[in-house]
T-cell receptor
Framework: DAGVIQSPRHEVTEMGQEVTLRCKPISGHNSLFWYRQTMMRGLELLIYFNNNVPIDDSGMPEDRFSAKMPNASFSTLKIQPSEPRDSAVYFC?????????????FGPGTRLTVL | DAKTTQPPSMDCAEGRAANLPCNHSTISGNEYVYWYRQIHSQGPQYIIHGLKNNETNEMASLIITEDRKSSTLILPHATLRDTAVYYCIVRAFYNNNDMRFGAGTRLTVKP
């Protein structure tokens, strides 16, 4: 069974450029999460989708960040324009959704460096 | 703010049991205890979760005190590949987006 797939695994870009991170959740999972991890702030939830609908985006740092989930098997996190402080590892996670003990499974992450 | 307190680091000899403690003194009756780990540069990996009974799976055992204010994750025979940061998280029923990862415990398994 394939786990959560993220691409690219590494991204290096220059300040001001648009960056798009991609995620394919585990087949059959209805919930999808985007996290960001930095040394200073640890692992933070950015946004949470359920059945392709954004449920909680309170963690999205600012308007430069946007996320979409056009269908059950694909999501994107876009940063436009990117800034050096956006450098971090971005993780996508998915879960079945619903139920008392819904377990999240994480992808390998995308390491973003903004110069 | 994370709802849990963990020691920042621990060492364990290879082949011995690793016992990782976690305090969650403000846990509510509707909150589960979850454990994840993160091996360097990888995504967090689910280990185990529990409510009030002890739990065991192929990876680890979870011991939760009777008052539920603390728990211990046990890796029965630690290997070098178990070196990782271990996160203890409490999460309410049905509150899927309330996974607050604190600083965790950095476990180093030594030969």
């Amino acid at each position: 069974d394939a786990g959560v797939i993220q691409s690219p695994r590494h991204e290096v870009t220059e300040m001001g450029q648009e960056v798009t991170l991609r995620c394919k959740p585990i087949s059959g999972h209805n919930s999808l999460f985007w996290y960001r991890q930095t040394m200073m702030r640890g692992l933070e939830l950015l946004i949470y989708f359920n059945n392709n609908v954004p449920i909680d985006d309170s963690g999205m740092p600012e308007d430069r960040f946007s996320a979409k989930m056009p269908n059950a098997s694909f999501s994107t996190l876009k940063i436009q324009p990117s800034e050096p402080r956006d450098s971090a590892v971005y993780f996508c996670a998915s879960s079945l959704g619903g139920g008392r003990t819904d377990t999240q499974y994480f992808g390998p992450g995308t390491r973003l460096t903004v110069l | 703010d994370a709802k849990t307190t963990q020691p920042p680091s621990m060492d364990c000899a290879e082949g011995r049991a690793a016992n990782l403690p976690c305090n969650h003194s403000t846990i509510s009756g509707n909150e589960y205890v979850y454990w994840y780990r993160q091996i360097h540069s990888q995504g967090p990996q689910y280990i185990i979760h529990g409510l009030k009974n002890n739990e065991t799976n192929e990876m680890a055992s979870l011991i939760i005190t009777e008052d539920r204010k603390s728990s211990t994750l046990i890796l029965p025979h630690a290997t070098l590949r178990d070196t990782a940061v271990y996160y203890c998280i409490v999460r309410a029923f049905y509150n899927n987006n309330d996974m607050r990862f604190g600083a965790g415990t950095r476990l180093t398994v030594k030969p």
